[in-house]
């Protein structure tokens, strides 16, 4: 049998950093997960990376049935608490974009720092352990039967994340542990995702697969202006991975490929100058010019190309206006779990402590990071409530 004062299920980023917190406060901390190596999503992302966090966050960057519950535990521990432990490592990062801080070398680096912060605090880390089962203890606590044997603890806090790229170890078990212990989960979704189409919109996407274009997309009474990639299968791009967040089957998406530009007065005063240029050309200071020509093919505009700007009608004015600022798409699906960076909706957050992270229906059990209905954009967020949630609990467990 083994005891510890905390068990925690999940070595990712949220059970890291809780586990370190806790083990730093004197308390004897196991940490344990079914895969064969910890922190495998912190080693894979940002393309080897890692976003770690981001100079600007703000409640506003994350979703939630309760918008505010992200808010505590954001503010007791900061982005800048997060950059000045990186910083006492020496870590190298930059700002790429936004105000995404990434890891100069690699993201090994950044999980090596969580790595000696554990072993400061005494951390059992133990990979390779399935867990069969979780019961309240007769004396208080629980009893975990697991394939390294048997676990008691008076803490167990569940850091086991969502269910993106089950290749690399996801799974539903934080959600099957909620509704054990009579906790209520969200509806879940694939989020951080790619956008799919079918049929001449699929035809579309992938005659400019590999274009990427600024564009502002809008859905739901949000919008983010950032780049956005056609593929083989639809759309990519953090424009379409943010705008992601916010979409639900059947939804439409709002597209303007020109954000900021004026396009009918623009248009008018080309016809005006009486522009001897072609469209394309005119319109390629500000988009490629693969991209209008296809653009204007798929929408049956083709003759604009060629029209003399002199001849322009009012009506052409417009419609040019609504395929490029006005574009409405409606995807037909995402690709799901496979590719997706995050799962949006999760554990209710109505029945745990937005301080703690502790269970109001089960005393000495805790949920942390993406496992919980708490989804952060893209840029950084996600990790930065992982760091978050992760010390707020460890502080108390
Ligand atoms: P995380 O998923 O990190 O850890 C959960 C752990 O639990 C894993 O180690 C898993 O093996 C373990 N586990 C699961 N089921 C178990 C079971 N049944 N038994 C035992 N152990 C189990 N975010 C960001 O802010 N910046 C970025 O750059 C990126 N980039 C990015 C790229 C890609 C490709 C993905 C998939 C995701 C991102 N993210 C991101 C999101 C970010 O990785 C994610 O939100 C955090 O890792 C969540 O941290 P958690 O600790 O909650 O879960």
Redesign the pocket.
Known sequence: MNHYDCVI????????MCAATAGQRGRKVAL????NK?????L???GGR????NYDISAENYLSGNPHFCKSALSRYTQWDFIALVEKYGLAYHEKTLGQL?CDNKARDLLNILLAECDKGGVDIRTH???FQVEQAPTGGFSLTTSAGRYECQSLVI????L??PT????G??YDIAKQFGHTVTRRDAA?VPFTFKGPWLALTQSLAGVAVPAQVSCAGQSFAEALLFTHKGISGPAALQISNYWYPEDSITVDWLPGVDLPNQLKQWRQNAEKASLGTLLSTYLPKRFVVQWLEFHDEKELLQKPLADWRNRDIDALSDILQMWQMRPTGTEGYR????TRGGIDTDDVSSKTFASQKTPGLYF????LDVT?W?????????WAS?YCCGNHV
Request: aromatic share 10%.
């Open positions: 299920i999940g070595a990712g980023a949220a059970g890291l344990l997960d079914h895969a910890v922190g495998k999503k912190i894979m992302s940002g890692c976003n770690f966090t990434f352990t399935e867990i850091a086991t994340g969502g993106s790229i690399m170890g996801a799974t078990f934080g951080l590719t997706a960076e995050v942390i990071g993406e496992v952060g893209l840029g950084g967020y996600n990790f930065q409530w992982a992760g």
